[in-house]
């Protein structure tokens, strides 16, 4: 067929356009035999394929007899090669370009959901009074109990975290949720946890807003975030082929998503947490992170250098000076969304000091793209306890071939990727795992998927 397929490019060229259709009908025979293949699942016989061939190989002798020579044919296949390349780099860009765009859309249903919620807060003045009484609990600043810390503007993705969360916990109550999200989800977050019960967890919803300290004058990725040249890089159409889309994703200007540097700051009294990004789902219980010894480590981790392609080198530009002195190309990287933080040594570490020293550094870019991982591996050299790879598995909105076994035996399961469970995109066969925190008959959800 690809043979042909140059022939007929070939006799059109040379205006035999009687020998060009004659290859096409046939070509268009190999193409329904295939396609009656590929449904039926049934493999091509002899006694369908042959007369086809036949007929095929006669009409391409046929057109190598009127001087079509194999030089002429070898380059016109090769500029077809070539064409479909490009073609297939374009579809890929386009591909990567509309998946990203799709994972940053808001579903209409959460929308929805959102607004109703919002609705509840402004109308329930009861729910506004409940808020203030519980904002001095004592349970809040207990270090007795367990402390997990979400930054997220994502209402149901923050309930899966919270419900999976105290339904794989052994003693639920003891657990305290920090949960900071944006001014525009506030009142949404605060009706959510305020209206539904999560096994009698203490749950705490912070307005980001509300955090004056974390200022310009304080913090360089603010002062970075608010400038006009970062913002058009990130608002602006993708125009620069050069960038991957993926790094113009707006999460990455979102403050919510570089408070994990703050967390000491924002939890002053606290001295061990727990953190987990919003798209993950916790299947065992973690309070035995907190008895872990951590041998004056600031930070718990699980390591991603399995892969070769997971270390150093592959976030940091080691071409740079300031990096390829201070650090080691081949050290192992290790994955954020699931993380034991002991507060005590990192005040002493003084890592968001770090934090604010790199992110300076890399002010033009020059160091590493986008993100916070690159800026964690900084920060937290040689401050970073390897755990055990069961307690967090990721790629779940990425990879479609991960290995039941790991996901079964994981206490974590991390969505990382743009295939998020709470979007179409989502991979099918990991869905379930996300959907069963979901309380499908709650009536605001019932009434927001079926409007």
Known sequence: MTLAKAYVVIAKEHNNLHLAWQLSKKIRGCQLLLSKTAMTGEPVTQEEAEPIIKSLSALIFKAQDIHYDIATTIVTMKSHIQALEERANAATVQSTVFGQVAAEALPKSLHCLIVKLMTDWLKKPSLQELSYERKNS??????????????????????????????????????????????????????????NDFKGATIEVQDIDEFRWLNASYSPIVKQLLNPDSRAFYFGAYQDVNVQPKMQNPKYLSLLNHLRFYIPEIYPQLEKVVFLDDDIVVQKDLTPLFSLDLHGNVNGAVETCLEAFHRYYKYLNFSNPIISSKFDPQACAWAFGMNIFDLVAWRKANVTGRYHYWQEQNADGTLWKLGTLPPALLCFYGLTEPLDRRWHALGLGYDLNIDNRLIESAAVVHFNGNMKPWLKLAIARYKPLWDRYINQSHPYLQDCVTS
């Open 138 to 195: 004592l349970r809040l600043v207990d270090n007795n109990l367990y402390h997990f810390c979400i930054f997220s503007d994502n209402v149901l993705a923050t309930s899966v975290v919270v419900n999976s969360s105290v339904s794989s916990a052994d003693h639920p109550k003891q657990l305290v949720f920090h949960i900071v999200t944006d001014g525009v989800n506030y009142g949404a977050m605060q009706a959510w946890f305020l209206s």
